[in-house]
């Protein structure tokens, strides 16, 4: 009796430090599981991300040079810097709109180039015009220099939107465009040599070794010029183009016989490159397997374009712009980099003709619904 009471206690206790044991090796087990290994190790910035806030970047350092810029007075000018009046005041305004509609989504985790955003204050010290642009360091900057880091900024935007995700490619390659061409309008005010234009021809793509058989389609398959698809696919954003560029032609043959002698050799010439436009839109049709629109034997013209063909021109082509903005959306590789060429060689014409195409060709931003910019950016 006394040996089986001594044997009780010894038992018990190898049995407590075996679920001890098996206790210890479970917590150990789960941990494994449940701690990564990497951890602390920060997760990789979307490309779309870095582009963005790059951009962001960019456009609040040439926004507090053309601050600096516009409050210039003649006299301050450097040498051979043209006076009177700068143009600078649709630039301060132009790059606003931009910065704000760059701002990352409240509530979307931002990179530390962009982390004052949906207004709030940035905190004491941290940089607001990033060095990413050759006059953000400079008091105050000449207008040559600004000329040159608007223009940098341009090709910067258009090269990322040919890489970034559809949303982010349509905004940069529109505030790409904007830049590209407000450094026109104020080298042409100014005086100073026009920048070098980005876009140039893209090569004509090759077609898919094999489409199934397409069927013919409607006359309103596609969606008219300047108006919404129903659809948002690459298809319908190829077609648009295609019937875009179809009455392109249309309006050009007809307003050769109502212009005067100068304005038609523009429109001449334009004729012709919008016909290589339909051609390219047509192969862009093909390497995609999709029908395209059959033309049509007329188009309704604008009341105004007997009057003033010039006017009604530069309305057409701004109205192109959708098209041209969503095919970049919609699509990649060379087929984007051809979209965001013609949404570039549009613009320039849209504007030629006298039609401004604003901060965000192609794109409808309600300018009143961006977030505000940090208090120490500075406001038009």
Not at 127 to 149: E, G, I, K, N
Not at 182 to 210: D, Y
Not at 216 to 221: C, D, E, L, N, R
Not at 303 to 328: C, I, N, Q, W
Request: with cysteine; net charge neutral; hydrophobic share 45%.
């Amino acid at each position: 009796m006394n040996h089986e009471t001594a044997e009780k206690p010894r038992s018990h206790g190898w049995t407590r430090a075996l679920l001890l044991a098996l206790l210890a090796v479970l917590v150990v087990g789960v941990g494994a599981v449940l701690v990564p290994r990497d951890a602390g190790k920060p997760q990789a910035v979307p490309f779309s991300e870095t582009a963005r806030s790059g951009a962001l970047s960019a456009t609040e350092a040439l926004l507090g040079s053309a601050s600096l810029l516009e409050g210039t007075t003649p006299g301050d000018a450097a040498a051979g810097e043209a006076s009177g009046g700068s143009g600078l005041a649709d630039s301060v305004t132009l790059l606003t709109s931009q910065a704000r509609a760059l701002l990352p989504p409240c509530g979307q985790p931002a990179s530390s180039a962009s982390r004052t955003s949906c207004g709030a204050s940035p905190k004491p010290g941290s940089p607001r015009f990033a060095s990413s642009s050759p006059v953000a360091t400079q008091d105050r900057p000449t207008r040559a220099a600004f000329l040159s880091a608007l223009s940098s900024s341009a090709s910067g935007r258009l090269a990322d939107a040919a890489q970034a995700d559809g949303g982010t490619a349509r905004l940069l390659a529109a505030v790409g465009t904007s830049q590209l061409l407000e450094s026109f309008r104020l080298a042409t005010i100014w005086g100073l040599p026009v920048p070098t234009a980005t876009a140039g021809a893209t090569p004509a793509p090759t077609p898919a070794p094999s489409c199934p058989a397409l069927p013919g389609m409607s006359a309103t398959a596609a969606p008219a010029p300047g108006t919404a698809s129903s659809r948002a696919d690459l298809p319908a954003a190829v077609a648009a183009v295609v019937s875009s560029e179809q009455e392109a032609i249309y309006a050009y043959q007809v307003a050769l016989t109502k212009l005067d002698a100068k304005a038609s050799a523009t429109a001449a010439t334009w004729l012709a490159r919008h016909q290589e436009l339909l051609r390219g839109a047509e192969a862009q049709s093909r390497l995609h397997c999709v029908a395209i629109p059959p033309r049509e034997a007329g188009y309704r013209l604008p009341a105004s374009f007997a009057a003033k063909p010039g006017a009604a021109l530069g309305g057409m082509e701004a109205s192109s712009l959708t098209a041209y903005a969503d095919l970049v959306a919609l699509s990649g590789g060379e087929t984007r980099q051809w979209a965001i060429d013609g949404l570039v060689d549009a613009a320039k014409r849209s504007q030629a003709w006298g039609t401004p195409v604003g901060p965000f060709p192609g794109l409808s931003i309600d300018g009143a619904a961006l977030p505000p910019l940090p208090s120490s950016t500075p406001a038009p």
